[in-house]
C-alpha cells in the first residue's frame, strides 16, 4: 500500500499529547463498515482492533445501524439521566430474557456512567460499602481502567504514575501462571489471610479478569478461577469479574467466567453491551447487594438510550441463538492455527489466546511494535499489549467472515516476519 502523508496539523498543534492510537496508524480515517475502516484518500485497512473491542459486531453494523436510525428518526428520547424509558425499558426485559436467564444469573442491573471504568469505580464503592471494609484484592499485569479507584487496582505502573497521587486501599497478588507454575495456586495469597501477623488488612473484595488484555493476553485457567471463587467464599469477601473487554461474547460465552461455572457476586460490563460502539457501561451483582442508598452513585450520562437501542438490536440479532458464539470457537481454530505456525518459526515466542482474543508474545518486547507498524503498512490494525508492549493482540470484530480473518492473518504473519 502506498501511503501519502496526510494533514495531521490540527490534531497535532491542538489535540493534546496524551492522544495515542493515533500515533501507530497516522492517517485519518473516514469511513467504517464491517471488519474495514477507510481514510480520507481511500486506502482500506482491516481491523483486527475492533475499537479496543467495543465493536464485537463491526463497524456500523446495519441491522443495529437501522434500529438507531429509526429511534433517532421518531424523535425518542436520547438523553434521559436515570429515568424510565421505552428504550430502557426494552433493553431491560431483552436482557434479562436472553442473558440472565437462561444462565441461571440472578443479578440486579445498575447503570453506573457511560464508561468501563465507571462500572469497576462502582463495582469497588459497593464491595466496600457491602463489607465495611477499605481493602480490595487485585492481581499483577491487571487493567481496569484510569479513574483513581481503578488505576489503584491495575497493575501498569506507567499508567499508575500517572494518578499523581498515592493508590491506596488495594493489595496485588499473583495472577494465574504468574510464577511459571513453580508455586501452588494461592500459596501466598491463602496465607497472607490465614496468618494475622500478615499485615493484610481482611479484604472486602477480589477483581480479576479471566483474560488480561491490556496485561499481555494472559488467560486464567478455569480451576484457578473456580480456585479463587472458592476462595473467596471461604473468607468472606466478593468477586469481582471485570468483563468489561472479554465480556458480550469476545470468549464464544456472552460472559467470559461461564467456561469456569462460576458465579461472580458483582460483574462490570462495558464495551461492546451497546453493540455499536457507543459509551454505555453495567454494574451486575446479586440482589442481596443492592445496598445503594438513591442518588448515592449517580451520573449524568447513565442513560445513553440510542446505546440501550442499539444494545437491544444487538441481543435479538446475536443471542437468540449460539450461533454466533460457534462461529467465534471456529474462528478461535484459524487463529491458534496461525499462531501456532508463526510462532514455531520465531525462537522464544508464545501465543496465548481464547475465542476471537488472541496474543502471539515476541522474545524481542520491540519486535511487536515493529510488527503492529508494518501490519498498518500492510493494511490492517492491530495493537500491542503488556508490560513491556512484547505481545501483539488480536482482537478482530466477531463478525468478520472466513476470508476477511484470513487475510487479516496472512498480513499479521507477513508482518511479524518482515520485522524479526
Known amino acids: 500500500m502506498t501511503l501519502i502523508q496526510p494533514d495531521l496539523s490540527v490534531f497535532t498543534t491542538l489535540e493534546s499529547e496524551v492522544r495515542s492510537y493515533c500515533r501507530s496508524w497516522p492517517t485519518v480515517f473516514d469511513r467504517a463498515q464491517g471488519s474495514r475502516l477507510y481514510d480520507e484518500d481511500g486506502h482500506e ?29 421518531r424523535d425518542g428520547v436520547t438523553q434521559g439521566l436515570d429515568m424510565s424509558t421505552t428504550a430502557k425499558r426494552a433493553f431491560l426485559e431483552y436482557f434479562q430474557n436472553m442473558i440472565l436467564r ?20 462502582a463495582a469497588l464503592k459497593l464491595a466496600r460499602k457491602v463489607k465495611g471494609r477499605e481493602t480490595v484484592v487485585s492481581f499483577t499485569n491487571a487493567f481496569h481502567g484510569m479513574s483513581l479507584g481503578s488505576l489503584a487496582v491495575t497493575g501498569n505502573a506507567f499508567k499508575r504514575a500517572g ?8 493489595t496485588p497478588m499473583p495472577f494465574d501462571h504468574y510464577m511459571g507454575g513453580k508455586v ?3 500459596l501466598w495469597f491463602e496465607q497472607l489471610l490465614r496468618d494475622h501477623g500478615s499485615g493484610l488488612d481482611k479484604p472486602a473484595a477480589v477483581i480479576v479478569e479471566t483474560i488480561q488484555g491490556e496485561g499481555g493476553i494472559n488467560v486464567a485457567r478455569p480451576q484457578w478461577l473456580r480456585g479463587l ?3 473467596c467464599q471461604q473468607h468472606d469477601m466478593l468477586l469481582i469479574v471485570d468483563d468489561i473487554q472479554m465480556g458480550c461474547g469476545r470468549t464464544g460465552a456472552f460472559f467470559s467466567f461461564e467456561e ?7 460483574v462490570t460490563v462495558s464495551k461492546s453491551i451497546s453493540g455499536y460502539g457507543q ?15 438513591p442518588g448515592e452513585h449517580n451520573g449524568t450520562f447513565r442513560g445513553n438510550n440510542p446505546a440501550f437501542v442499539t444494545a437491544t438490536a444487538a441481543l435479538n440479532t446475536y443471542w437468540a441463538d449460539d450461533k454466533l458464539k460457534q462461529q467465534t470457537l471456529a474462528h478461535a481454530q484459524t487463529i491458534e492455527a496461525a499462531l501456532r505456525d508463526t510462532a514455531a518459526h520465531h525462537s522464544g515466542s508464545a501465543y496465548r489466546g481464547r475465542g476471537m482474543v488472541w496474543g502471539l508474545e515476541l522474545a524481542d518486547p520491540r519486535h511487536a511494535g515493529r510488527a503492529a507498524r508494518r501490519a498498518f503498512e500492510l493494511g490492517l490494525l492491530m495493537e500491542t499489549s503488556g508490560a513491556h508492549g512484547q505481545v501483539v493482540k488480536l482482537l478482530p470484530p466477531l463478525t468478520i467472515t472466513g476470508d476477511e480473518l484470513d487475510q487479516g492473518l496472512r498480513i499479521v504473519q507477513r508482518a511479524v516476519y518482515e520485522t524479526a
Open 260 to 266: 469456569a461455572g462460576i458465579t461472580p457476586d458483582i
Open 45 to 73: 485497512y482491516l481491523d483486527f482492533f475492533a475499537g479496543a473491542g467495543s465493536l464485537n459486531y463491526g463497524h456500523n453494523n446495519p441491522v443495529l445501524k437501522r434500529a438507531l436510525l429509526d429511534y433517532l428518526e
Open 229 to 231: 471463587a472458592r476462595l
Open 102 to 121: 437462561p444462565r441461571d444469573l440472578p443479578y440486579k442491573v445498575m447503570f453506573p456512567g457511560p464508561t468501563g471504568t465507571n462500572a469497576v469505580e
Open 184 to 186: 501452588p495456586d494461592f
Open 163 to 170: 494518578a499523581g497521587v498515592p493508590l491506596v486501599h488495594t
Open 279 to 293: 459509551p454505555m457501561s453495567l454494574c451486575l451483582f446479586r440482589p442481596e447487594l443492592d445496598v445503594w442508598e
